[in-house]
């Protein structure tokens, strides 16, 4: 069975450094998506950024973008620049690409960025 | 509107009352799917739907009874919860091809409490 671990519950940045949140998985698939998802206090859990990892290339998102390194099966997250608006709950998720297949989520990381 | 959007954003209930929550998918998507997030828990899996068919039920007892009457419409009727019901619950939509399913997008939430 596939796990997603985050081993930060919480941390905190003073705004427009830069913060990276960690995310380990365990899986013996080889096609799989991977994910970050973002949660403010408002509650709307928003897609941040999605690797596929056939894809040797990191993706990025403007301020967002990740280190994948697939053999060590990690798959952090960079916020660069970072703003208040970026204070929320960050999930990892993990997903084979598969019809009937779950999302498996991390259990999240608390970030607040202090003005 | 736009995305997935659900409502009513809050409701008050109790035990003996009898309501449904909704859920609007606008991506053109063909599964759904239902969380509940409980504080200090990880996000759970409830139900599923593809192609409004239901092919996913996580051991929610009967007191939560699903509806999918078509690919962008999702319900969760509701009939004499529990105070431990109390959440926030979450409809998600995805993209599926064939065998092959896409990352989900969230609605804002439904924050339900149960007196």
């Known amino acids: 069975a596939q796990t997603v671990t985050q081993s930060q519950p919480e941390m905190s940045v003073q705004e427009a450094e830069t913060v990276t949140l960690s995310c380990t998985y365990d899986t013996s698939e080889s096609n799989y998506y991977l994910f970050w998802y973002k949660q403010p206090p408002s509650r709307q859990m928003i897609l941040v950024i999605r690797q596929e990892a056939y894809k040797q290339q990191n993706a990025t998102e403007n301020r967002f973008s990740v280190n994948f390194q697939k053999a060590a099966k990690s798959f952090s997250l960079k916020i660069s620049d970072s703003q208040l608006g970026d204070t929320a709950m960050y999930f990892c998720a993990f997903m084979k690409p598969l019809r009937d297949d779950k999302i498996i989520f991390g259990k999240g990381t608390r970030l607040h960025i202090l003005p | 509107e736009t995305g997935v959007t659900q409502t009513p954003r809050h409701l008050v209930m109790g035990m003996t009352n009898k309501k449904s929550l909704k859920c609007e998918q606008h991506?053109?998507?063909?599964?759904m799917y239902w969380y509940k997030q409980s504080a200090k828990k990880p996000l759970e899996l409830m139900f599923v739907?593809?192609?409004?068919?239901?092919?996913e039920n996580n051991s929610v007892p009967s007191r939560f009874s699903p509806e999918c009457p078509n690919s962008s419409h999702l319900f969760l009727h509701l009939h004499t919860l529990q105070p431990e019901d109390s959440a926030l619950y979450l409809c998600?939509?995805?993209?599926?091809?064939?065998?092959?399913?896409?990352?989900?997008?969230f609605g804002p939430g439904t924050r339900l409490t149960v007196t």
């Open positions: 739907y593809n192609f409004k068919e239901q092919t």
């Open positions: 998600a939509s995805s993209k599926i091809i064939g065998q092959e399913a896409y990352e989900q997008y």
């Open positions: 991506l053109g998507h063909n599964a």
